[in-house]
């Protein structure tokens, strides 16, 4: 990713933090700070509210103290929550699927949603008149990890367009998270998927040219969220309610502020991006509704998700989880 930082203290100041809160309620910075390890799995816009609800000091006003670190790919952000070096991290529904479906003695729920869908854009090396998916057919597409949501969805994308992503395109899907923006400009691949905001950097710096958005194409299905393993859910509800009613919080600013808003409150985040870039990225995702405004979870957006894991040959029909095993909606249903 254009930002390649794995660790960030949210040590921000608190005042004024709380208000928006229940009147009468004690302040929560009465009491000493919890300390939450925080993974994220790359660092991108698409994760907006949450770095909102750190630079506007929600975490600190509802008593956390938030440590984050950045995995850059799921399977490390998955592996980071079961070896017990993080609390909570923010990944694809997959990861927590395959470990259900595993021997893992430590299992990982999903207990607050962050993003509707797939928040990657395909982009090319020429603009066409008109982008029809057919172009990509016989074409190098850089994609991502084997596995990873990024490249179930775009092979969803390609499928529900009429291209066979095993035998119409040669993917290359062995590219390091951070090496790939390098590797486009280097003058790999003819077509690639970028997240925000790289695709808006390499767009404003005429590197790339905007196609198709992979989440619009698909459609909605919860593709990023909050999970911990079962022994840290049991143990610490009241940490994950507070983390899910801060995101709430958050989703519910970033619905609301203005894409240049957003771009300056969480500009800290992405140093060497242009605001011009983050400020395109942040429209964009409104645009096309990217970030869930509620942290609960549907069955049916489940479904669709377990639908594109199928379709993508990573997990076999017979071994669907069920949603009250993957997700526990407690927290979110009672998200202020």
């Known amino acids: 990713m254009l930002h390649r930082r794995s660790l960030i203290r949210a040590s921000l100041a608190v005042l004024g933090a709380i208000s928006g809160y229940a009147p009468g309620a004690a302040p929560a910075q009465s009491k000493p700070l919890v300390t939450v390890r925080y993974n994220e799995v790359v660092r991108s816009l698409l994760y907006a509210p949450a770095y909102v609800a750190i630079s506007k000091g929600y975490f600190k006003g509802a008593g956390l103290d938030v440590v984050l670190t950045t995995a850059n790919g799921g399977d490390k952000s998955m592996a980071a929550l079961l070896s017990d070096s993080a609390d909570?991290?923010?990944?694809?529904?997959?990861?927590?699927?395959?470990?259900?479906?595993?021997?893992?003695?430590?299992?990982?729920?999903?207990?607050?949603?962050?993003?509707?869908?797939?928040?990657?854009?395909?982009?090319?090396?020429?603009k066409p008149e008109k982008f029809a998916w057919g172009m990509l057919k016989g074409q190098e597409i850089l994609g991502f990890r084997p596995g990873s949501t990024p490249l179930l969805f775009l092979q969803e994308a390609m499928r529900m367009n009429g291209v066979d992503p095993d035998t119409d395109v040669k993917l290359s899907n062995n590219v390091a998270i951070p090496a790939r923006v390098g590797s486009w400009l280097?003058?790999?691949?003819?077509?690639?998927?970028?997240?925000?905001?790289?695709?808006?950097?390499?767009?404003?710096?005429?590197?790339?040219?905007?196609?198709?958005?992979?989440?619009?194409?698909?459609?909605?299905?919860?593709?990023?969220?909050?999970?911990?393993?079962?022994?840290?859910?049991?143990?610490?509800?009241?940490?994950?309610?507070?983390?899910?009613?801060?995101?709430?919080?958050?989703?519910?600013?970033?619905?609301?502020?203005?894409?240049?808003?957003?771009?300056?409150?969480?500009?800290?985040?992405?140093?060497?991006?242009?605001?011009?870039?983050?400020?395109?990225?942040?429209?964009?995702?409104?645009?096309?509704?990217?970030?869930?405004?509620?942290?609960?979870?549907?069955?049916?957006?489940?479904?669709?998700?377990?639908?594109?894991?199928?379709?993508?040959?990573?997990?076999?029909?017979?071994k669907r989880v069920k949603f009250t095993d993957l997700v526990d909606a407690q927290f979110a249903s009672k998200a202020t």
């Open 186 to 318: 280097a003058g790999q691949n003819q077509y690639a998927i970028f997240i925000e905001p790289d695709a808006s950097q390499l767009e404003l710096d005429g590197k790339a040219y905007f196609l198709a958005s992979i989440g619009a194409t698909v459609g909605f299905a919860d593709y990023t969220a909050f999970m911990a393993t079962d022994k840290y859910i049991s143990a610490n509800p009241a940490v994950l309610q507070n983390w899910t009613n801060v995101i709430h919080r958050a989703q519910k600013w970033t619905a609301a502020a203005s894409a240049a808003e957003i771009a300056q409150t969480i500009g800290d985040f992405f140093p060497g991006v242009a605001p011009k870039a983050l400020t395109a990225a942040a429209a964009r995702y409104q645009k096309l509704k990217i970030w869930k405004t509620t942290p609960v979870i549907e069955p049916q957006a489940i479904e669709r998700f377990q639908d594109i894991l199928v379709h993508g040959h990573v997990l076999e029909a017979g």
């Open 88 to 126: 909570i991290a923010l990944m694809g529904p997959e990861a927590a699927i395959y470990v259900l479906n595993s021997d893992s003695t430590v299992k990982a729920r999903i207990f607050c949603g962050l993003t509707a869908t797939d928040g990657f854009m395909l982009v090319g090396r020429s």
